[in-house]
């Protein structure tokens, strides 16, 4: 299959962590990207290639990766992280994307 | 700084046709594929369709192939979806995207389709 799964919803006080996982039989071969999106702005990358972080985006998001599971997680989630996450990979032809549901980060 | 600009969305009755536009700016727009993406209201993204960095290699979604058309044009620097025959399950904000497969993605704000009568 190349659909992606991911919980609709998660969420976290300020200050904890939050895990955001993305699951599918693609990732064990394809790599996972990560994208923050708040509403009426663009989607941004905020974890690449599995485990890779632009350099723009604040050092508590990181990715990791094992299996045919994706994990992103935000560490000391602050007001600013609330928004939508959506995970991302390839079929197995390494070029058309599949993306997972989608996953609402509250910040209570 | 890289900027991905998406115009000409609107409201279309179904059947009607709509052309989008997507403008790129901060970057070598012939290095790098691109994509179109959508998102209907309540909905995750859905991947639409791919083309290559010269425009040669074109792949579509099931949902939209036979009535979208990718183009793009590298001396304008700018990315297109025509789309034919729209229905009222293609309403959405539509996206384009920056492909890259060793650094970060980008995309644009996205431009709203309502196909309704």
């Known amino acids: 299959s190349s659909e992606l799964t991911q919980p609709p919803s998660v969420s976290v006080s300020p200050g904890q962590t939050a895990r955001i996982t993305c699951s599918g039989d693609v990732l064990a071969k394809q790599y996972v990207y990560w994208y923050q999106h708040k509403a009426g702005r663009a989607p941004v990358t905020v974890i690449y290639?599995?485990?890779e972080r632009p350099s723009e985006m604040p050092d508590r998001f990181s990715g990791s990766s094992s299996g045919t599971t994706a994990t992103l997680t935000i560490s000391g989630v602050q007001a600013e992280d609330e928004a939508d996450y959506h995970c991302q990979s390839t079929d197995r032809s390494g070029i058309t994307w599949v993306f997972g549901g989608g996953t609402r980060l509250t910040v209570l | 700084e890289v900027q991905l600009v998406e115009s000409g969305g609107g409201k279309v009755q179904p059947g009607g046709s709509l052309r989008l536009s997507c403008a790129a700016s901060g970057f070598t727009f012939s290095d790098f594929t691109m994509h179109w993406v959508r998102q209907a209201p309540g909905k995750g993204l859905e991947w639409l369709s791919y083309i290559s960095a010269s425009g040669d290699i074109i792949y579509y979604s099931d949902s939209v192939r036979g009535r979208f058309d990718i183009s793009r044009d590298n001396a304008e620097n700018s990315l297109f979806l025509q789309m034919n025959s729209l229905r009222v399950e293609d309403t959405g904000e539509y996206y384009c995207?920056?492909?890259?497969?060793?650094?970060?993605?980008?995309w644009g704000r996205g431009t709203l389709v309502t196909v309704s009568s």
């Open positions: 290639k599995d485990i």
């Open positions: 995207a920056r492909d890259c497969s060793g650094c970060r993605r980008y």
